[in-house]
Structures are given as C-alpha cells and as structure tokens.
C-alpha cells in the first residue's frame, strides 16, 4: 500500500491499536480511539473520564514515561480475506494537555467527549514511520 | 472481567492483534488469526502462505528471535460505548512447527487453510498473563 493510500485509510479510520513497551511485560497493547490534529501532523487519543478505568494512572501512559515508542495499528477484519487491510503508525507518543481545536476535533467524532470535562488528557503521538498492506485492490 | 470471562470471550474469538518488541522501533502490532491448543495450552497462530507477504522472514519471527515476550489483544469495538471490551494474554511466544492437531484445527476455523502447504509454521504462544476489560456487564 503506498503511502497516500495509508494516509488516506488512517483519515478514514478513528479506532485502532495502540502498542507501548512495557518495562518488563516487553509490549501492551490496547484499543483506542483517535482524531487527528493536522496543526501537529499528529494522532491524538483521548485519556478520557467516560469509560470506566480500573484507576490510577493508566498503564499506556506509565509504559510512555518510560519509552516513548509507540505503534498505532488501525486494521479491517473480514471473513472474506481478499478483504483485508491494514495500517500501521509508529511514532513518538507523549502526554498533554488538549488544545481547544483537539478538543473540538474530538467532540466532532464522538458524542460523548462533547461533554465538559469528558477529556482529562490526550496522547499526542508524532507518525515517523507509516506502512499498510492490504489483501486486494 | 474476571478470569473465566476473558477465557470465554477469547475462545469464542479467532482474530487479534498481536504486540512484539523490535529492536528499534519499541513496539510492533500486526493482526492475526488464530486457534487454541487445548494440549499445550497454548494460543496457535498460523504463518500462512495464503496471504500475500513482502517477502523474507517475517518481521514479527525476527522480533519473536530477539525477545520472545508478546502480547494478544482481542477486542470489540462498537460505536455504542457500552458494548466494548477486549482481552489481553501476555506470554512468551515462538515460531515451531505446526502439529497435525494444530493443523486440523485451522483447517476447522479458516476454509483457506484446508489446503495442503497453506500453512507454513505456526507462533506459538503460551500465556504467562490475562486480563480484560468491558464496558458494560
């Protein structure tokens, strides 16, 4: 897949994987939700307040203290596996505060971060390197 | 979610997304199918030689000879927010090859692997670690 077809399924998508180190589990890998700031070249994935968590600061953001090399698959599943695809992001990931235009961009795409406060943080993640693949056409 | 609820969850499931350390890069994530081995407890994923491939070893073998430590996400992704949930195993994985057992019961899940040579070694992994996650009850 060349690199213009990755962008454009990456713009398309707004769920995927991301991947951290984890010191001694070596990887974690967790689902996501992102949007992106094109003001950054960057994805950002909400911390948020809505779903619920299991407390204290979340493993993504520890395992990105530590190293902050991170991978964001975002990928489509299908029986028919002339089907499939994949794109995969890896980059630099590192927490901050949401601007006003993320938080914008991210009540846009999902209904429950129009809510205040429904944002506590985002993982701004810098692409270095994008690849894909896909099944078919 | 509790321990016999994300063993049923991944038993009822067969595509995943699977995390690996690369050396450079930090982490790694591509989708996978895959099958249970009820005799080694261990978690079977199928390098085939159906789908297409850029050639050479693959890289999730060569991450897998540096550091055997991966990871096995499984989730489900629903705009409804209280649909979600994942799974995660940690474990130690490596590449072997496939038993008899283990290649009838790709050839049960996935129509492509009935045919002979399809599949042409096997990841397996053993899990150390899982946990879950759901949204809802």
């Not at 707004?14 to 967790?30: E, I, K, M, N, P």
């Not at 909400?46 to 991978?71: C, E, S, W």
């Not at 993640?125 to 056409?137: R, S």
């Amino acid at each position: 897949m060349d690199r213009d077809t990755c962008w454009e399924r990456l713009r398309a998508a707004r769920h995927g994987v991301l991947g951290t180190a984890h010191a001694t589990r070596g990887v974690d890998a967790v689902p996501v939700v992102f949007v992106f700031d094109d003001d950054r070249d960057a994805i950002v994935i909400p911390i948020d307040t809505v779903k619920p968590k299991a407390g204290g600061r979340l493993q993504r953001l520890r395992n990105l203290d530590g190293d902050d090399r991170a991978v964001l698959l975002v990928e489509h599943y299908d029986d028919d596996w002339s089907q499939l695809w994949w794109v995969r992001v890896h980059g630099r990931a590192a927490e901050a505060d949401p601007t006003p235009g993320q938080l914008q961009h991210l009540a846009a795409a999902f209904p429950a971060y129009a809510a205040p406060e429904s944002v506590a943080s985002v993982i701004v993640l810098a692409p270095t390197h994008v690849t894909g693949w896909a099944a078919g056409p």
